[in-house]
């Protein structure tokens, strides 16, 4: 009995899974440049080091082209467009940092380096979920909705329903960050909204017995339902 459970929750996990890169809410090319910020604005920053602070500019330009060159992976594709949207505040930021470095204004270098470390902490509030709980249920519905869904597969959204309904009571159950805790409320509305076009879509599939035919029109339809509940939840946050 253990063995089947073990791997019935294997294969579940194989059908979520798919690409890990693909559900994986990050952008490895802007982590990467946190290595290079960490040393301006922790160590050179506080220090008012001008000279450490000039001498990065070699170290921060090839990191701001691989940011520049970087593909979101498929579960952040809805961020797009704030994506490009913080990726021109970030470039501006970086050529005022360029700038102040070949000049001799002590206190513009002391300004240059506190706004690009402000941008860059800005694009990973960007791409970071709110909670662990939203990031795990989306990406289970990223799988359904992009990939199980244009392609009918039904049978594939049967066997992560019950996960996903899981998550999404998950959801409901989580606690925000303190600086968001004022909207602690919609939250919990729309989370418990969410759990229900969750359960509906379970309800839309119906038996689990493969044979008994699958109501197409009613599957699609909750399958929506469900994804526009959760647009909602992640508009909270905007």
Same mark, same amino acid.
């Given at each position: 009995?253990?063995?089947?459970? $073990?791997?019935? #929750?294997?294969?579940?996990?194989?059908?979520?899974?798919?690409?890990?890169?693909?559900?994986?809410?990050?952008?490895?090319?802007?982590? #990467?440049?946190?290595?290079?910020?960490?040393?301006?604005?922790?160590?050179? *920053?506080?220090?008012?080091?001008?000279?450490?602070?000039?001498?990065?500019?070699?170290?921060?330009?090839?990191?701001?082209?691989?940011?520049?060159? %970087?593909?979101?992976?498929?579960?952040?594709?809805?961020?797009?467009?704030?994506?490009?949207?913080?990726?021109?505040?970030?470039?501006?930021? #970086?050529?005022?940092?360029?700038?102040?470095?070949?000049?001799?204004?002590?206190?513009?270098?002391?300004?240059?380096?506190?706004?690009?470390?402000?941008?860059?902490?800005?694009?990973?509030?960007?791409?970071?979920? $709110?909670?662990?709980?939203?990031? &795990?249920?989306?990406?289970?519905? *990223?799988?359904?909705?992009?990939?199980?869904?244009? %392609? =009918?597969?039904?049978?594939?959204?049967?066997? $992560?329903?019950?996960?996903?309904?899981?998550?999404?009571?998950?959801?409901?159950?989580? =606690?925000?960050?303190?600086k968001l805790e004022g909207k602690t409320e919609l939250f919990q509305k729309t989370a418990s909204e969410l759990l229900e076009k969750t359960k509906a879509l379970k309800d839309a599939l119906?038996?689990?017995?493969?044979? =008994? &035919?699958?109501? #197409?029109?009613?599957?699609?339809?909750?399958?929506?339902?469900?994804?526009?509940?959760?647009?909602?939840?992640?508009?909270?946050?905007?």
């Amino acid at each position: 009995m253990l063995i089947l459970f $073990v791997f019935a #929750a294997s294969m579940m996990y194989s059908q979520v899974k798919d690409d890990s890169a693909e559900i994986n809410s990050t952008v490895p090319e802007l982590m #990467a440049f946190h290595d290079v910020i960490y040393v301006i604005w922790h160590e050179a *920053y506080p220090a008012k080091d001008i000279s450490a602070l000039k001498g990065m500019v070699e170290k921060i330009k090839p990191h701001i082209e691989k940011i520049n060159s %970087a593909s979101l992976p498929g579960i952040l594709r809805e961020k797009e467009g704030k994506w490009k949207e913080g990726l021109n505040v970030l470039n501006a930021s #970086a050529e005022n940092y360029y700038a102040a470095a070949s000049g001799n204004d002590d206190q513009k270098m002391l300004d240059a380096a506190e706004k690009l470390h402000a941008d860059f902490e800005m694009m990973v509030r960007i791409l970071r979920p $709110v909670n662990k709980e939203i990031d &795990e249920y989306h990406k289970v519905l *990223y799988v359904i909705f992009h990939k199980y869904y244009p %392609a =009918k597969d039904y049978e594939s959204v049967r066997k $992560v329903i019950d996960d996903l309904i899981s998550k999404a009571e998950a959801c409901v159950n989580a =606690k925000l960050p303190k600086k968001l805790e004022g909207k602690t409320e919609l939250f919990q509305k729309t989370a418990s909204e969410l759990l229900e076009k969750t359960k509906a879509l379970k309800d839309a599939l119906g038996t689990n017995d493969s044979s =008994k &035919e699958i109501d #197409a029109a009613a599957v699609d339809k909750a399958i929506d339902a469900m994804h526009s509940k959760y647009q909602d939840l992640e508009k909270i946050f905007d």
